[in-house]
T-cell receptor, first 111, second 112 residues
Framework: GESVGLHLPTLSVQEGDNSIINCAYS??????FIWYKQESGKGPQFIID?????DKRQGQRVTVLLNKTVKHLSLQIAATQPGDSAVYFC??????????FGTGTRLQVFP | DTEVTQTPKHLVMGMTNKKSLKCEQH?????MYWYKQKAKKPPELMFV???????INESVPSRFSPECPNSSLLNLHLHALQPEDSALYLC???????????FGSGTQLSVL
């Protein structure tokens, strides 16, 4: 389930299930979006990106969906594994070099 | 080489100290970034350098002073910091434009 407030929103999934992490972005001028994974004590690690002329892009076990009408982005992880446990951030960029991060979601994978 | 290297990994400093954080990349990237990240929060943009020139300063206090000596190196000079400046400082680089950022592992800074 999910919880919000003083803590990071958290998504708990069972190993082997699919995970869906959602993100709402704020700037309608943003046209490039990235998903990052961050493990404890490490810097953000690139997962997948998408440009605004696309609405779906697939990688290895991951899919990003973009809905520009409602300014919504999602990351789908297939067959979630314990190694997927981390904090996931969406980030947006417009016509500058400025990359702005969303609030993040903690993904917990249990056996 | 797709790495961004940051040193030191950990730093403890007093409020009267002067210290520097260092960042290096050898990917030929023309844009380099400093971000600040507090616990359980997203990274917050501080500075962007493009072609070794400061292009974005997100209203960062002057006690943080960035420097880009060449296209591979980025420094962040720290002076008279406050305890609330304690955070993870992340460096990143990119080809510029709509391109992914590559992040280093960060420097965990504690100000006493």
């Amino acid at each position: 389930g999910e919880s919000v407030g003083l803590h990071l929103p958290t998504l708990s999934v069972q190993e082997g299930d699919n995970s869906i992490i959602n993100c709402a972005y704020s700037n309608s001028a943003s046209d490039y979006f990235i998903w990052y994974k961050q493990e404890s004590g490490k810097g953000p690690q690139f997962i997948i990106d998408i440009r605004s002329n696309m609405d779906k892009r697939q990688g290895q076990r991951v899919t990003v969906l973009l809905n520009k009408t409602v300014k919504h982005l999602s990351l789908q992880i297939a067959a979630t594994q314990p190694g997927d446990s981390a904090v996931y951030f969406c980030a947006e960029m417009g016509n500058t070099d400025k990359l702005i991060f969303g609030t993040g979601t903690r993904l917990q994978v249990f056996p | 080489d797709t790495e961004v290297t940051q040193t030191p990994k950990h730093l403890v400093m007093g409020m009267t100290n002067k210290k520097s954080l260092k960042c290096e990349q050898h990917m030929g990237h023309r844009a380099m970034y400093w971000y600040k990240q507090k616990a359980k929060k997203p990274p917050e943009l501080m500075f962007v350098y493009s072609y070794e020139k400061l292009s974005i300063n997100e209203s960062v206090p002057s006690r943080f002073s960035p420097e880009c000596p060449n296209s591979s190196l980025l420094n962040l000079h720290l002076h008279a910091l406050q305890p609330e400046d304690s955070a993870l400082y992340l460096c990143a680089s990119s080809q510029g434009g709509r391109a992914r950022l590559f992040f280093g592992s960060g420097t965990q800074l504690s100000v006493l």
